[in-house]
């Protein structure tokens, strides 16, 4: 299987990782109850919930903007057959700048949290060079 598809599933993991554990940190706040998580959530508090669930909702939204642009890149560089070290590059730096993305996010770090997000958008711009040459 090729890196950067590799790095895909992978990525994909990571995002399935952080929806349960913002779904968990709305459980552990006591604020939302499992029988409110797993019905309609009408009534499912909108204010009151810990700091810490706001930070995975907003990794989460923000991972969210980035696989938007990293699938379709993946999936396109396979159609082109261009994988090469360039694309697994982009692809190396999309993921781990993601995984520390949400580290960063989940501890509350600010700066390292930007630094990470950066280091994944390099990620992005190697694919879009790569398939735009």
């Known amino acids: 299987m090729p890196t950067e598809i590799n790095y895909l599933l992978s990525a994909v993991a990571l995002y399935l990782f952080m929806i349960v554990m913002q779904a968990v940190a709305a459980t552990v706040s006591k604020k939302a109850s499992v ?72 501890l509350g770090t600010p700066w390292l949290r930007t630094l990470a997000w950066f280091v994944s958008l390099i990620g992005i711009i190697l694919f879009i060079v790569e398939l735009a040459l």
């Open 35 to 106: 029988s409110e998580l797993v019905g309609p959530r009408d009534d499912l508090p909108t204010t009151g919930l810990s700091p810490f669930h706001g930070r995975t909702k907003r990794a989460q939204a923000n991972f969210t903007e980035g696989m938007i642009m990293f699938v379709p890149l993946v999936l396109i560089a396979a159609h082109m057959d261009v994988f090469n070290v360039t694309t697994a590059l982009g692809a190396m730096l999309f993921f781990y700048g993601r995984l520390a993305f949400a580290i960063f996010y989940y």
